[in-house]
Structures are given as structure tokens and as C-alpha cells.
């Protein structure tokens, strides 16, 4: 049996001045307008702050989500990588985070002559039946 899957990713670029025209207020529609023509099943998100992510939840409420901050669970002022998910869909079974670094396990921690810390989000769905 096959399994039919659509994945998309988007970096959220967090958010920039609002006379800039990368401002979040300037993108978000789009981004929205975008992820709903495509009906992911899973999005990945990269770089997004609470605020984004908070809209994503507002205007797409499909979506679950999991994910925390490349800090640790209990920030929420820094970038998040976060995994929305077709809740009608599929369901989580199992996810996690992990540091780039010497330390995978140790939130916030950096390796490498990273300037802040990097992080893998990683979750395992499964088909609702």
C-alpha cells in the first residue's frame, strides 16, 4: 500500500522592520495563501518567532503543531523550528528536538563556532484512519 505525503518547508525569516518589505505584516498572508493552495500534510517551519507561529495557528486551524525554541521549551522569545501537521490527517506518535552541537541533548547548547544555537525539530506521524 502507498502512502501519498506533501511535505513543505518555510523559513519564516523572523520578523523584520515593518518599513521593510520583508515585514511579517507584509508576508503572512501570502504565506498562508500559499500553504493553503498546497494543503500540506506536514509544514516545517524554520526560524519563526511566537508571534508567527501564533498566526499560522489563528489562520490555519487544521494545523497542530510541535516544536520549541532553539533555546529550550520554556523560552519563548527566541526562533523556534516548528512542525505543523494536518491534524484531520494524521496523527503524532513520537517527535523531538536536538541541538546541533557537541551536546545534541543540552537546550541552548552550540558547537563549532556557531554564533547562536542550532536545532533539528523531528516528529513521526502517522495516518488518522
Known amino acids: 500500500m502507498s502512502v501519498s505525503l506533501t511535505v513543505m518547508s518555510l523559513n519564516l525569516l523572523d520578523d523584520q522592520p515593518e518599513d521593510s518589505p520583508n515585514s511579517w505584516t507584509k508576508r503572512r498572508d501570502l504565506c498562508v495563501s500559499v500553504i493553503t493552495s498546497y494543503s500540506p500534510i506536514i509544514l516545517c517551519t524554520q526560524q519563526g518567532l511566537i508571534s508567527q507561529l501564533e498566526y499560522f495557528r489563528q489562520s490555519l486551524p487544521d494545523y497542530d503543531h ?3 525554541s532553539r533555546k529550550g521549551s520554556d523560552d519563548t522569545s527566541d526562533e523556534h523550528c516548528t512542525i505543523l501537521y494536518d491534524k484531520e490527517k494524521v496523527e503524532l506518535l513520537e517527535g523531538g528536538t536536538f541541538w546541533l ?3 545534541p ?3 541552548g547548547s552550540m558547537s ?3 554564533e547562536v544555537p542550532s536545532v533539528a525539530t523531528w516528529a513521526v506521524p502517522t495516518k488518522r484512519s
Do not use: Y
Open 105 to 107: 541533548s543540552v537546550p
Open 101 to 103: 552541537s557537541e551536546s
Open 112 to 114: 563549532w563556532g556557531c
Open 66 to 68: 510541535f516544536g520549541i
